[in-house]
């Protein structure tokens, strides 16, 4: 049924749209297509934001400077940990965030509850142990501020970047509890449990102001990363998500895409389907809007999408835009599904360290002088190749030897030159430069001389055989 209205409205929309191309023969090209997406989301659905037609975003062009790269993510499969993760995303923890929000009173960019409720967010990234910073624009004589934090992946060799967005400003007649209050407490709650737990690659977590008045703080934003040749593969932008009018309606969420960003629908729309136990949302790829802080994403080259709230909002923008007229419930769901598919597309884990070496293993009483074998074995989380680094216990060290497979005996030697007693230890790494904790240390006693030598091995086979008599006797 609802493919038959978008078909229907698609029609309308082409109708419309070969209309003004008729008439409109004075009007350059790409201003048509800008328009025919105007008015196509007009018809389907609601726009965020309170830009007039005539103030699109879209005269700020912004041409990418280079191609971004990604290596293509793994098929979605359930994964322990996220579903650890996402069970921990509940009302309780929504409703936070949004009554801390709501009650600076309407966050109007450049007004001081703006201001404050920008404090509160970067205090709260702050608390979590992120790297936090405020990132200042100026634009049509506004000013603010957007807050990033940033989780670094534990892949040195990855330059990919992943974000999570919302806009934390409000109009002057909302406390914007939905627009975008919900945004927002998707992205901080995402913060909050990711930081528990650590990704390969970098994530990204960012409230945005200025958005009400033009995009203006996802502009900066974009502009600085393009400038920064930021590897940014995806932007998750959550604007209006904690809305619904019915149980049912409160099991479907919108998902905005331009053509680029398809795989990313797809994707979220995989986690969904994979995660339908924990999560019970179901993705409705609803096409093209420009309304919300992925837009410049776009411009830039950027891959976005857009989560939407199913039902149109009668209180968007209004002073009835309250947590009273939320479906928290509904919230959290829509939270969950965009957490799930940040944690698994950055690809979460606990642990990229190989695990401690094992104790050596070897000769303890030998003579100086003379080379001993140690071994040793571990293995990786990710069954990485692994490098061993014995430490001799005399100043010397074996330096890094391999790589060699995860979970296969290794094998070092050494000679030491002065009689005494050593500790061996040993760690390991990665290929990707992850280090273990050290091992167990080994004793080994290396006398002066070979007859002292011989006596101590003597000995000590002596006192092992009395120490088995008296055990029997
Ligand atoms: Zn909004």
Redo the contacts with the bound molecule.
């Keep these: 049924m609802r493919k038959k209205i978008y078909a229907v409205l698609f029609c309308i929309t082409f109708l419309t749209a070969s209309f003004i191309t008729v008439q409109g023969s004075d009007i350059p090209n790409p201003n048509i297509k800008q328009h025919f997406d105007l008015l196509y989301k007009q018809i389907i659905g609601p726009i ?2 309170e830009m007039k037609n005539d103030e699109l975003p879209i005269r700020y062009e912004i041409t990418p400077s280079f191609e971004v790269y990604y290596n293509e993510p793994e098929p979605v499969t359930l994964d322990d940990n996220i579903i650890a993760l996402i069970n921990q995303v509940d009302e309780e923890l929504l409703l936070n965030y949004l009554e801390n929000l709501t009650a600076f009173g309407p966050r109007v960019t450049g007004t001081s509850a703006c201001e404050e409720a920008g404090e509160y967010i970067y205090n709260e990234f702050v608390n979590l142990g992120l790297e936090v910073r405020y990132q200042e624009w100026e634009n049509g004589g506004f000013s603010g501020k957007n807050i990033e934090a940033t989780m670094h992946g534990v892949d040195n060799s990855s330059n990919e970047i992943y974000i999570i967005c919302a ?1 934390y400003d409000s109009v002057s007649t909302s406390p914007g509890a939905d ?2 209050g919900s945004g927002v407490a998707a992205v901080m709650a995402s913060a909050k449990l990711m930081s528990t737990f650590l990704t390969y690659h970098t994530v990204r977590f960012v409230t945005f102001s200025g ?2 008045q033009g995009l203006y703080g996802s502009l900066h934003y974009v502009e600085e990363a393009l400038e920064n040749n930021d590897n940014i593969v995806a932007v998750l932008n959550a ?2 998500i904690g809305f619904a009018e019915t149980p049912e309606d409160a099991s479907y969420v919108k998902i905005f895409e331009d053509e680029e960003s398809e795989w990313l629908t797809n994707y979220t729309e995989d986690i969904s389907q994979q995660y339908n136990d924990f999560i019970g949302i179901e993705v409705i790829p609803s096409g093209y809007s420009w309304g ?1 802080d992925h837009y410049y994403f776009w411009q830039a080259g950027y891959n976005a999408i857009f989560y939407f709230e199913y039902n149109y909002n009668d209180y968007y923008h209004t002073s009835g835009d309250t947590i009273e007229h939320m479906d928290l419930n509904y919230a959290a769901k829509n939270s969950k599904l965009i957490l799930a598919t940040l944690a698994e597309i950055s690809e979460l884990t606990t642990q990229q360290s190989p695990n401690k070496p094992v104790k050596p293993n070897g000769e303890i009483n030998g003579k100086y002088g003379e080379e001993y074998k140690y071994t040793t074995i571990t293995t990786d989380p990710q069954n990485d190749e692994i490098f061993y680094f014995f430490d001799w216990g005399d100043g010397t060290d074996s330096g890094w030897v391999g790589p060699f497979d995860s979970g296969v005996t290794v094998e070092a030697s050494h000679k030491w030159t002065e009689k005494g007693s050593y500790s061996i230890i040993v760690k390991a790494k990665d290929t990707e430069g992850h280090e273990s904790e050290w091992s167990e240390p080994l004793s080994v006693s290396m006398p002066k001389t070979k007859i002292i030598n011989y006596f101590s091995i003597r000995f000590n086979r002596l006192f092992t055989l009395l120490d088995k008599l008296i055990s029997i006797l």
Excluded: I, K, Q, V
């Design positions: 965020p934001g806009h627009d975008d958005e009400e604007d209006m919300s």
